[in-house]
């Protein structure tokens, strides 16, 4: 009987994540690659941002959705309930009480993993379809509520006139967006990097057991419900952090954050990028919001078709992702490497 460690070790044929050398590689030079590429975005790019802050809110987001899917094996479709719920506490705390910009991403993570921790004990009892339709269910109770409750919420119209206040007191967010997506890519860094460790703790890897064997778990006295409604808490407080990140930049929140339709394409972006690698999730969305950005703005009429043949073409040519297009690139390197 071999463990999780040792099964990666051997290539993560068995587990489906990449190998353990293509594993260190990505840990030493991802963040860091993903930070450098996010600042070289700022300088590059000075009328975009507000696309790019789109996109470093989102991948976090999907960064969420990755934890749940890719290392527990919670298949779900109502994540965006966790990223609506903690829009909307951010934005009426903001609206009522404190727009400090931190507090808001407290309250928002706080929101998001209240409500997936309370969901979570409810219906992780569930596998396959049946878990799929509450977590769809799940996700269309949250946006009734937020609809019903205008007096709060804003109902149909949204909730508007959040204006966070300076970030450290100093830096104002402009109307430009350099202020919002310098903050964007700085708490989406801070997330990847608390996401690693969780992964890689020993509750992480436990997570990860569950997903492959959740009778050995039991067999050695673990509880595979209990780690998998932790994971679910903890990832609604990442999606939880990615919508109140949204309220603070965009200054509104609609009905179509707690939507199935964000939660669905948020699944898209992250099958996209690839699951269980955390990496994934940031290039997905990148890739996907992107070529939507570039199609969209050439072809208003027909986008929706290059989009699905993007998906269909990565889908077959890269079935583990765009992720896994690099680490077979990175083999082929170490592989010349070794034969010189």
Not at 195 to 223: N, Q, T, Y
Request: with cysteine; net charge neutral.
């Amino acid at each position: 009987m071999t463990s999780v460690a040792e099964r990666d070790g051997k290539g993560g044929a068995m587990t489906g994540h990449p190998p353990l050398a293509a594993r260190r590689e990505l840990d030493w030079i991802g963040i860091p690659l993903i930070a450098a590429a996010g600042l070289a975005a700022y300088w590059l790019l000075p009328d975009d941002l507000a696309l790019l802050t789109r996109i470093a809110a989102s991948a976090l987001f999907v960064l969420s959705l990755d934890l749940v899917l890719g290392y527990g094996g919670i298949a779900t479709l109502g994540q965006a309930a966790m990223f609506g719920t903690g829009a909307y506490a951010a934005g009426i705390v903001a609206v009522n009480w404190n727009n400090d910009p931190f507090a808001m991403l407290a309250v928002g993570g706080l929101a998001g993993g209240l409500l997936a921790l309370v969901t979570g004990a409810l219906i992780l009892h569930a596998r396959g379809l049946t878990l799929l339709m509450l977590t769809i269910a799940v996700g269309q109770i949250v946006q009734e509520v937020a609809n019903k409750a205008r007096d709060w919420t804003g109902g149909s119209d949204g909730l508007s006139g959040i204006d966070p206040a300076p970030v450290l007191g100093m830096f104002r967010f402009d109307m430009f967006g350099h202020t919002s997506y310098l903050f964007a890519l700085a708490v989406l860094v801070v997330g990847l990097v608390v996401a690693r460790r969780i992964v890689r703790s020993p509750f992480g890897l436990a997570c990860r057991g569950v997903k492959e064997d959740p009778l050995r778990i039991s067999a050695i006295g673990g509880s595979p419900k209990a780690y998998l409604v932790v994971l679910y808490a903890v990832a609604g407080v990442f999606a939880g952090v990615a919508g109140a990140l949204t309220a603070v930049t965009s200054g509104i929140v609609g009905l179509d954050s707690t939507g199935f339709s964000w939660s669905a394409e948020a699944l898209v972006m992250l099958v996209l990028g690839g699951t269980g690698r955390l990496y994934g999730a940031v290039i997905g969305t990148a890739a996907f919001m992107g070529v939507h950005h570039v199609l969209a703005a050439n072809d208003p009429y027909h986008w929706m078709a290059f989009i699905g043949l993007f998906l269909i073409g990565i889908v077959l040519f890269l079935p583990g992702g765009i992720v896994s297009g690099v680490e077979r690139l990175g083999r082929l390197r170490r592989g010349k490497e070794g034969g010189a």
